[in-house]
Protein backbone atom coordinates (compact mmCIF):
# COMPACT_ATOMS: atom_id res chain seq x y z
CA UNK A 1 0.00 0.00 0.00
CA UNK A 2 2.61 2.31 1.27
CA UNK A 3 0.49 4.93 1.97
CA UNK A 4 -2.06 5.49 4.79
CA UNK A 5 -5.55 6.25 4.08
CA UNK A 6 -5.60 9.43 5.13
CA UNK A 7 -2.77 9.81 2.70
CA UNK A 8 -4.49 8.28 -0.20
CA UNK A 9 -7.21 10.38 0.65
CA UNK A 10 -5.44 13.57 0.22
CA UNK A 11 -3.78 12.22 -2.94
CA UNK A 12 -7.24 11.51 -4.16
CA UNK A 13 -8.28 15.08 -3.58
CA UNK A 14 -5.74 16.77 -5.49
CA UNK A 15 -5.78 14.42 -8.49
CA UNK A 16 -9.54 14.00 -8.30
CA UNK A 17 -10.63 17.96 -8.88
CA UNK A 18 -9.87 17.01 -12.36
CA UNK A 19 -11.32 13.06 -12.16
CA UNK A 20 -15.24 12.34 -12.28
CA UNK A 21 -17.17 11.92 -9.03
CA UNK A 22 -17.74 8.10 -7.85
CA UNK A 23 -21.22 8.18 -9.19
CA UNK A 24 -20.21 9.59 -12.91
CA UNK A 25 -17.36 6.79 -13.03
CA UNK A 26 -20.42 4.14 -13.45
CA UNK A 27 -20.43 5.09 -17.48
CA UNK A 28 -17.73 3.70 -19.86
CA UNK A 29 -16.45 0.10 -20.21
CA UNK A 30 -16.34 -0.83 -16.14
CA UNK A 31 -20.02 -0.02 -15.46
CA UNK A 32 -19.33 -2.92 -12.82
CA UNK A 33 -22.06 -4.77 -11.26
CA UNK A 34 -24.80 -2.35 -11.53
CA UNK A 35 -24.77 -3.23 -15.51
CA UNK A 36 -23.24 -6.86 -14.92
CA UNK A 37 -26.34 -7.31 -12.46
CA UNK A 38 -28.79 -5.72 -14.53
CA UNK A 39 -27.75 -7.65 -17.73
CA UNK A 40 -27.68 -11.17 -15.98
CA UNK A 41 -31.37 -10.34 -14.77
CA UNK A 42 -32.55 -9.65 -18.38
CA UNK A 43 -30.50 -12.32 -20.01
CA UNK A 44 -31.28 -14.97 -17.52
CA UNK A 45 -34.80 -14.31 -16.52
CA UNK A 46 -36.01 -13.33 -20.17
CA UNK A 47 -36.29 -17.33 -21.11
CA UNK A 48 -38.01 -17.88 -17.68
CA UNK A 49 -40.52 -14.82 -18.83
CA UNK A 50 -41.08 -15.46 -21.82
CA UNK A 51 -42.03 -19.17 -21.23
CA UNK A 52 -44.49 -18.14 -18.12
CA UNK A 53 -45.57 -15.16 -20.63
CA UNK A 54 -46.53 -17.74 -23.24
CA UNK A 55 -48.12 -20.61 -20.88
CA UNK A 56 -50.34 -17.74 -19.25
CA UNK A 57 -51.34 -16.39 -23.07
CA UNK A 58 -52.48 -19.90 -23.97
CA UNK A 59 -54.54 -20.70 -20.66
CA UNK A 60 -56.42 -17.26 -21.10
CA UNK A 61 -57.22 -18.15 -24.85
CA UNK A 62 -58.56 -21.49 -23.72
CA UNK A 63 -60.16 -20.25 -20.99
CA UNK A 64 -62.17 -17.28 -23.64
CA UNK A 65 -62.61 -20.02 -26.01
CA UNK A 66 -64.46 -22.36 -23.34
CA UNK A 67 -66.21 -19.79 -22.02
CA UNK A 68 -67.73 -18.45 -25.65
CA UNK A 69 -68.57 -22.24 -26.34
CA UNK A 70 -70.36 -22.47 -22.95
CA UNK A 71 -72.18 -19.01 -22.65
CA UNK A 72 -75.18 -20.17 -25.32
CA UNK A 73 -76.02 -22.85 -22.70
CA UNK A 74 -77.04 -20.62 -20.49
CA UNK A 75 -81.27 -20.73 -19.52
CA UNK A 76 -83.49 -17.79 -20.42
CA UNK A 77 -81.85 -14.43 -21.38
CA UNK A 78 -78.61 -14.73 -20.22
CA UNK A 79 -77.72 -16.70 -23.45
CA UNK A 80 -78.63 -13.55 -25.32
CA UNK A 81 -75.69 -12.18 -23.94
CA UNK A 82 -72.90 -14.72 -24.73
CA UNK A 83 -69.95 -12.25 -25.91
CA UNK A 84 -69.89 -11.47 -21.94
CA UNK A 85 -68.51 -14.86 -20.59
CA UNK A 86 -65.17 -14.45 -22.81
CA UNK A 87 -64.30 -10.95 -21.21
CA UNK A 88 -65.11 -12.87 -17.03
CA UNK A 89 -62.66 -15.53 -18.22
CA UNK A 90 -60.39 -12.47 -19.16
CA UNK A 91 -60.66 -10.28 -17.17
CA UNK A 92 -60.40 -12.93 -13.80
CA UNK A 93 -57.39 -14.86 -15.41
CA UNK A 94 -54.07 -14.32 -13.10
CA UNK A 95 -50.89 -16.21 -13.45
CA UNK A 96 -51.99 -18.13 -9.69
CA UNK A 97 -54.67 -19.83 -9.31
CA UNK A 98 -55.25 -17.60 -5.54
CA UNK A 99 -55.04 -14.86 -7.50
CA UNK A 100 -57.92 -15.79 -10.47
CA UNK A 101 -60.00 -16.64 -7.81
CA UNK A 102 -59.57 -13.76 -5.62
CA UNK A 103 -59.93 -11.37 -8.97
CA UNK A 104 -62.61 -13.11 -10.23
CA UNK A 105 -64.67 -12.84 -7.00
CA UNK A 106 -64.02 -9.15 -6.50
CA UNK A 107 -65.33 -8.52 -9.94
CA UNK A 108 -68.59 -10.54 -9.52
CA UNK A 109 -69.01 -8.33 -6.39
CA UNK A 110 -67.91 -5.24 -8.05
CA UNK A 111 -69.91 -6.07 -10.63
CA UNK A 112 -72.95 -6.52 -8.53
CA UNK A 113 -72.82 -3.03 -6.86
CA UNK A 114 -72.72 -1.50 -10.28
CA UNK A 115 -75.80 -3.10 -10.87
CA UNK A 116 -77.86 -2.38 -7.69
CA UNK A 117 -76.69 1.24 -7.53
CA UNK A 118 -78.00 1.11 -11.13
CA UNK A 119 -81.35 -0.12 -10.14
CA UNK A 120 -81.43 2.16 -7.43
CA UNK A 121 -81.45 5.18 -9.58
CA UNK A 122 -83.52 3.90 -12.11
CA UNK A 123 -86.36 3.59 -9.70
CA UNK A 124 -86.65 7.36 -9.82
CA UNK A 125 -87.38 7.68 -13.22
CA UNK A 126 -85.11 8.21 -16.44
CA UNK A 127 -81.55 9.36 -16.30
CA UNK A 128 -81.02 12.98 -15.98
CA UNK A 129 -77.62 15.16 -16.01
CA UNK A 130 -78.22 15.35 -12.24
CA UNK A 131 -79.24 11.35 -11.78
CA UNK A 132 -75.77 10.26 -13.79
CA UNK A 133 -73.77 12.91 -11.70
CA UNK A 134 -74.99 10.85 -8.47
CA UNK A 135 -74.53 7.38 -9.97
CA UNK A 136 -70.96 8.39 -10.51
CA UNK A 137 -69.82 10.01 -7.60
CA UNK A 138 -71.42 7.40 -5.33
CA UNK A 139 -70.17 4.68 -7.17
CA UNK A 140 -66.65 6.40 -6.89
CA UNK A 141 -67.03 6.54 -3.07
CA UNK A 142 -68.28 3.00 -3.12
CA UNK A 143 -64.73 2.04 -5.43
CA UNK A 144 -62.93 2.94 -2.09
CA UNK A 145 -64.29 0.27 -0.23
CA UNK A 146 -60.78 -1.87 1.50
CA UNK A 147 -59.72 -4.88 -0.16
CA UNK A 148 -61.92 -4.73 -2.90
CA UNK A 149 -58.87 -5.17 -5.17
CA UNK A 150 -60.02 -4.81 -8.97
CA UNK A 151 -63.74 -4.83 -8.46
CA UNK A 152 -63.29 -1.46 -7.78
CA UNK A 153 -63.04 -0.22 -11.21
CA UNK A 154 -66.17 -2.18 -11.74
CA UNK A 155 -68.57 -0.35 -9.86
CA UNK A 156 -69.24 3.18 -11.39
CA UNK A 157 -68.37 1.87 -15.03
CA UNK A 158 -71.10 -0.64 -14.54
CA UNK A 159 -73.22 1.44 -12.66
CA UNK A 160 -73.51 4.18 -15.90
CA UNK A 161 -73.53 1.22 -18.49
CA UNK A 162 -76.84 -0.22 -17.33
CA UNK A 163 -78.35 3.39 -16.27
CA UNK A 164 -77.40 4.62 -19.75
CA UNK A 165 -77.40 1.70 -22.28
CA UNK A 166 -79.84 -0.92 -20.35
CA UNK A 167 -82.91 1.62 -20.53
CA UNK A 168 -86.10 -0.38 -19.97
CA UNK A 169 -84.32 -3.52 -20.79
CA UNK A 170 -81.97 -2.77 -18.23
CA UNK A 171 -82.99 -6.41 -15.76
CA UNK A 172 -82.57 -8.73 -18.75
CA UNK A 173 -79.15 -7.55 -19.63
CA UNK A 174 -77.98 -7.02 -15.65
CA UNK A 175 -79.20 -10.42 -15.48
CA UNK A 176 -77.18 -12.07 -18.53
CA UNK A 177 -74.55 -9.70 -17.85
CA UNK A 178 -73.49 -10.35 -14.16
CA UNK A 179 -74.38 -14.48 -15.24
CA UNK A 180 -72.51 -14.85 -18.13
CA UNK A 181 -69.26 -12.49 -16.79
CA UNK A 182 -69.73 -15.62 -13.81
CA UNK A 183 -69.61 -18.07 -16.04
CA UNK A 184 -65.99 -16.73 -17.66
CA UNK A 185 -65.19 -16.56 -14.31
CA UNK A 186 -65.60 -20.06 -12.93
CA UNK A 187 -64.18 -21.37 -16.85
CA UNK A 188 -60.91 -19.35 -15.84
CA UNK A 189 -60.84 -20.57 -12.61
CA UNK A 190 -61.09 -24.47 -13.90
CA UNK A 191 -58.42 -23.88 -16.17
CA UNK A 192 -56.09 -22.39 -14.03
CA UNK A 193 -56.22 -25.59 -11.25
CA UNK A 194 -56.38 -28.01 -14.22
CA UNK A 195 -53.75 -27.28 -16.88
CA UNK A 196 -50.30 -26.72 -14.92
CA UNK A 197 -51.05 -24.40 -12.39
CA UNK A 198 -47.68 -22.23 -11.46
CA UNK A 199 -45.71 -23.01 -8.61
CA UNK A 200 -42.75 -20.21 -8.40
CA UNK A 201 -40.07 -21.81 -6.07
CA UNK A 202 -37.65 -22.08 -8.38
CA UNK A 203 -38.22 -18.07 -9.29
CA UNK A 204 -38.08 -17.35 -5.79
CA UNK A 205 -34.47 -19.49 -4.85
CA UNK A 206 -32.86 -18.08 -8.49
CA UNK A 207 -33.72 -14.51 -6.55
CA UNK A 208 -32.27 -15.37 -3.35
CA UNK A 209 -28.97 -16.64 -5.85
CA UNK A 210 -28.98 -13.53 -7.20
CA UNK A 211 -28.96 -11.05 -4.14
CA UNK A 212 -26.39 -13.62 -2.53
CA UNK A 213 -24.19 -12.75 -5.43
CA UNK A 214 -24.69 -9.29 -5.74
CA UNK A 215 -23.70 -8.97 -1.89
CA UNK A 216 -20.77 -11.00 -2.51
CA UNK A 217 -19.78 -9.42 -5.37
CA UNK A 218 -19.73 -5.97 -3.27
CA UNK A 219 -17.65 -7.31 -0.44
CA UNK A 220 -15.15 -8.69 -2.78
CA UNK A 221 -14.55 -5.10 -4.92
CA UNK A 222 -14.36 -3.68 -1.55
CA UNK A 223 -12.04 -5.48 -0.55
CA UNK A 224 -10.13 -6.00 -3.38
CA UNK A 225 -10.19 -1.72 -3.63
CA UNK A 226 -8.62 -2.15 -0.17
CA UNK A 227 -5.49 -4.46 -1.25
CA UNK A 228 -4.64 -1.99 -4.63
CA UNK A 229 -2.32 0.53 -4.85
CA UNK A 230 -4.15 3.62 -3.94
CA UNK A 231 -5.95 5.55 -5.48
CA UNK A 232 -7.81 2.42 -5.95
CA UNK A 233 -8.25 1.61 -10.18
CA UNK A 234 -12.13 -0.04 -9.42
CA UNK A 235 -14.23 2.40 -7.99
CA UNK A 236 -17.54 1.61 -9.39
CA UNK A 237 -18.62 -0.32 -6.39
CA UNK A 238 -18.90 3.45 -4.83
CA UNK A 239 -22.21 3.64 -6.67
CA UNK A 240 -24.18 0.69 -6.16
CA UNK A 241 -25.81 0.96 -2.81
CA UNK A 242 -29.17 1.59 -4.70
CA UNK A 243 -28.74 -1.73 -6.63
CA UNK A 244 -27.87 -3.58 -3.31
CA UNK A 245 -31.47 -2.14 -2.37
CA UNK A 246 -33.56 -2.92 -5.50
CA UNK A 247 -32.03 -6.60 -5.47
CA UNK A 248 -33.34 -7.20 -1.46
CA UNK A 249 -36.94 -5.61 -2.78
CA UNK A 250 -36.82 -8.40 -5.61
CA UNK A 251 -36.66 -11.31 -3.62
CA UNK A 252 -38.81 -10.19 -1.29
CA UNK A 253 -41.38 -9.70 -4.23
CA UNK A 254 -40.05 -13.39 -5.62
CA UNK A 255 -40.91 -15.05 -1.95
CA UNK A 256 -44.25 -13.54 -1.84
CA UNK A 257 -45.00 -14.05 -5.22
CA UNK A 258 -44.21 -18.02 -4.47
CA UNK A 259 -46.33 -18.19 -1.62
CA UNK A 260 -49.26 -16.45 -3.72
CA UNK A 261 -48.54 -19.11 -6.22
CA UNK A 262 -48.91 -22.03 -4.12
CA UNK A 263 -52.34 -21.13 -2.13
CA UNK A 264 -55.54 -23.00 -3.60
CA UNK A 265 -52.95 -24.77 -6.33
CA UNK A 266 -53.41 -28.59 -5.86
CA UNK A 267 -49.58 -28.86 -6.60
CA UNK A 268 -48.39 -28.15 -3.30
CA UNK A 269 -48.76 -31.52 -1.95
CA UNK A 270 -46.75 -33.13 -4.61
CA UNK A 271 -44.31 -30.28 -4.35
CA UNK A 272 -44.27 -28.83 -0.53
CA UNK A 273 -42.10 -26.26 -0.02
CA UNK A 274 -41.44 -24.09 3.60
CA UNK A 275 -41.79 -20.79 2.79
CA UNK A 276 -41.36 -19.81 6.40
CA UNK A 277 -37.78 -20.76 5.91
CA UNK A 278 -37.99 -18.71 2.80
CA UNK A 279 -39.13 -15.31 4.33
CA UNK A 280 -37.01 -15.90 6.93
CA UNK A 281 -33.79 -16.18 4.47
CA UNK A 282 -35.22 -12.89 2.84
CA UNK A 283 -35.33 -11.10 6.30
CA UNK A 284 -31.53 -12.58 6.82
CA UNK A 285 -30.46 -11.15 3.89
CA UNK A 286 -32.04 -7.25 3.82
CA UNK A 287 -30.18 -7.42 6.99
CA UNK A 288 -26.74 -7.95 5.34
CA UNK A 289 -27.76 -5.82 2.62
CA UNK A 290 -28.36 -2.99 5.05
CA UNK A 291 -24.78 -3.87 6.80
CA UNK A 292 -23.31 -3.87 2.74
CA UNK A 293 -25.00 -0.29 2.24
CA UNK A 294 -23.51 1.16 5.36
CA UNK A 295 -19.68 -0.58 5.15
CA UNK A 296 -20.38 1.12 1.21
CA UNK A 297 -20.50 4.27 2.31
CA UNK A 298 -18.29 4.27 5.20
CA UNK A 299 -15.60 3.51 2.65
CA UNK A 300 -16.25 5.66 0.26
CA UNK A 301 -16.45 8.76 2.68
CA UNK A 302 -13.11 7.60 3.55
CA UNK A 303 -11.86 7.60 0.12
CA UNK A 304 -13.43 10.65 -1.63
CA UNK A 305 -15.10 12.67 1.16
CA UNK A 306 -13.28 15.87 1.34
CA UNK A 307 -15.13 16.56 4.93
CA UNK A 308 -15.11 13.13 5.99
CA UNK A 309 -13.71 13.58 10.17
CA UNK A 310 -12.80 9.78 10.02
CA UNK A 311 -9.89 7.61 8.55
CA UNK A 312 -8.79 3.81 8.20
CA UNK A 313 -5.09 2.94 9.44
CA UNK A 314 -2.38 1.91 6.88
CA UNK A 315 -1.63 -1.24 8.68
CA UNK A 316 -5.66 -2.16 8.79
CA UNK A 317 -6.10 -1.74 4.88
CA UNK A 318 -4.76 -4.99 3.88
CA UNK A 319 -6.20 -7.32 7.06
CA UNK A 320 -9.34 -5.25 6.31
CA UNK A 321 -9.29 -6.25 2.76
CA UNK A 322 -9.26 -9.86 3.37
CA UNK A 323 -11.61 -9.63 6.05
CA UNK A 324 -14.11 -8.59 3.21
CA UNK A 325 -12.82 -11.04 0.68
CA UNK A 326 -14.00 -13.80 3.38
CA UNK A 327 -17.19 -12.58 3.87
CA UNK A 328 -17.67 -12.34 0.43
CA UNK A 329 -16.88 -16.02 -0.26
CA UNK A 330 -19.42 -16.92 2.43
CA UNK A 331 -21.96 -15.25 0.75
CA UNK A 332 -21.39 -16.84 -2.77
CA UNK A 333 -24.46 -19.32 -3.63
CA UNK A 334 -24.01 -22.59 -3.92
CA UNK A 335 -24.67 -25.24 -6.92
CA UNK A 336 -26.06 -27.14 -4.08
CA UNK A 337 -26.84 -26.64 -0.77
CA UNK A 338 -24.00 -27.86 1.53
CA UNK A 339 -24.70 -27.12 5.12
CA UNK A 340 -20.68 -28.37 5.93
CA UNK A 341 -19.38 -26.47 3.65
CA UNK A 342 -21.26 -23.54 4.18
CA UNK A 343 -20.10 -23.74 7.72
CA UNK A 344 -16.26 -23.79 6.89
CA UNK A 345 -16.86 -20.66 5.20
CA UNK A 346 -18.36 -19.13 8.10
CA UNK A 347 -15.29 -20.60 10.39
CA UNK A 348 -12.86 -19.03 7.78
CA UNK A 349 -14.65 -15.91 7.81
CA UNK A 350 -15.23 -15.42 11.43
CA UNK A 351 -11.31 -16.55 12.26
CA UNK A 352 -10.18 -13.99 9.68
CA UNK A 353 -12.38 -11.03 11.55
CA UNK A 354 -12.13 -12.06 15.10
CA UNK A 355 -7.96 -11.12 13.77
CA UNK A 356 -8.76 -8.18 12.32
CA UNK A 357 -10.88 -7.04 15.82
CA UNK A 358 -7.41 -8.35 17.33
CA UNK A 359 -5.19 -6.32 15.10
CA UNK A 360 -7.90 -3.15 15.29
CA UNK A 361 -7.33 -1.80 18.55
CA UNK A 362 -2.89 -1.75 18.35
CA UNK A 363 -3.05 -0.40 14.36
CA UNK A 364 -4.00 2.92 14.92
CA UNK A 365 -0.94 5.05 14.79
CA UNK A 366 -0.42 9.19 16.07
CA UNK A 367 -1.40 10.26 13.06
CA UNK A 368 -4.73 8.77 13.30
CA UNK A 369 -5.01 9.01 17.65
CA UNK A 370 -7.93 12.47 16.77
CA UNK A 371 -9.85 10.86 14.19
CA UNK A 372 -12.64 8.69 14.55
CA UNK A 373 -11.83 5.09 14.05
CA UNK A 374 -13.64 4.19 10.14
CA UNK A 375 -12.23 0.22 10.26
CA UNK A 376 -13.95 -0.31 13.51
CA UNK A 377 -17.16 0.60 12.07
CA UNK A 378 -16.74 -1.34 9.23
CA UNK A 379 -15.78 -4.54 11.33
CA UNK A 380 -18.35 -4.27 13.30
CA UNK A 381 -20.65 -4.34 9.92
CA UNK A 382 -18.50 -7.29 9.00
CA UNK A 383 -19.70 -9.23 12.75
CA UNK A 384 -23.21 -8.15 12.70
CA UNK A 385 -22.76 -10.16 8.97
CA UNK A 386 -21.48 -13.11 10.36
CA UNK A 387 -23.82 -13.32 13.06
CA UNK A 388 -26.59 -13.23 10.90
CA UNK A 389 -25.58 -15.51 8.39
CA UNK A 390 -24.89 -18.06 11.24
CA UNK A 391 -28.73 -18.62 10.96
Excluded: C
Excluded at 49 to 66: E, V
Excluded at 351 to 375: E, Y
Amino acid sequence: MGRSMLDARATLRRLGRSQRSPSDRLGGSDRGIAVRVGSSLRLGGSTVLHSRRTHFAFKAALAAGLAFLIAPLMPGVAAQYAYYAPLGALVSMYPTVAGTLRQGMHTLVGLALGIGLAFLLIAFGNPTPFTVGVLVGIGVLLAGIPRLGAGTDWIPSVALFVLLVGGKNAENMSFGYLVQIAVGVAVGLAVNILIFPPLNFDAATASVNRLRLVLSQQLTDMGSALQEQWPPRHEDWSGRTETLSDAARAVRLAVQKADDSRRANPRRRRYPRDLNADYRTVENLERVTFHIRDITEVLSDVIWNEDAPYAIAEALSAPLGEAMLSVGELLQPLEEEDTDERRRRHDAATAVVDHLIAQSGTARGDDLADAPDAAAAIVLSLHRILRVLRQ
